[in-house]
């Protein structure tokens, strides 16, 4: 059975850094893209970043690029998302997403979520 | 960035009803849409893929329709389970793929 865990999130003050961790389990975590996907209060959910599965490649939106860095460790089947300059407006529960094997973008798998709340 | 909108924003069905929701793109998508079903406190789950196809172990009584700009998620009767927040979600351009605001499904 295809498992998500999200890890990492808390209360950071603006300007702060969190890194987020995804640990996979149920799949042959090396053969997929994964991403990012958040979701802030009250919003639909919004993707984030996303990386191939080799780690060779990886994508942003415009509203992190420059702040948020994703990786992934194949051998320990986990993904992680490093996020730095953190602002207000990045508060969301962030989730861990499997890419459909067919097409990238297309999620068939999503963990539960961490929240991430940025204030002072 | 191709823009999604859903409605309504809240639907109220009762039990056994047939619930119909409606995604529109701000742009041509192709069949490249997905339909989301999400539960609080719960990961979100694939219902719906290339705008038609039922993901694995998804009822029957779920069903998507369109192409283009113009979809329609079907649930044909609801059930008590079924109550629930609905994302579309175009991925023709992924980067970015973007999702609608949702529709909430309650019980009337």
């Known amino acids: 059975e295809v498992h998500l865990a999200e890890s990492g999130g808390g209360l950071v003050q603006p300007g702060g850094s969190l890194r987020l961790s995804c640990a996979a389990s149920?799949?042959?975590?090396?053969?997929?893209?994964m991403s990012w996907v958040r979701q802030a209060p009250g919003k639909g959910p919004e993707w984030v970043a996303n990386i191939k599965h080799d780690g060779s490649d990886k994508y942003y939106a415009d509203s992190v690029k420059g702040r948020f860095t994703i990786s992934r460790d194949n051998a320990k089947n986990s993904l992680y998302l490093q996020m730095n300059s953190l602002r207000a407006e990045d508060t969301a529960l962030y989730y861990c997403a499997r890419d459909s094997l067919s097409m990238v973008g297309q999620f068939d798998y999503w963990g539960q979520g961490t929240l991430v709340t940025v204030s002072s | 960035e191709i823009v999604m909108t859903q409605s309504p924003a809240t639907l109220s069905v009762s039990p056994g009803e047939r619930a119909t929701l409606s995604c529109r793109a701000s742009?041509?998508?192709?069949?490249?849409l997905a339909w989301y079903q999400h539960k609080p406190g719960q990961a979100p789950r694939l219902l719906i893929y290339?705008?038609?196809t039922r993901a694995t172990g998804i009822a029957a009584r779920f069903s998507g329709s369109g192409s283009g700009t113009e979809f329609t998620l079907t649930i044909s009767s609801l059930q008590s389970e079924d109550f629930a927040v609905y994302y579309c979600q175009q991925y023709n351009n992924w980067l970015p793929n973007t999702f609608g605001p949702g529709t909430k499904v309650d019980i009337k």
């Open positions: 290339g705008a038609s």
């Open positions: 742009q041509s998508v192709s069949s490249n």
């Open positions: 149920g799949f042959t975590f090396s053969s997929y893209w």
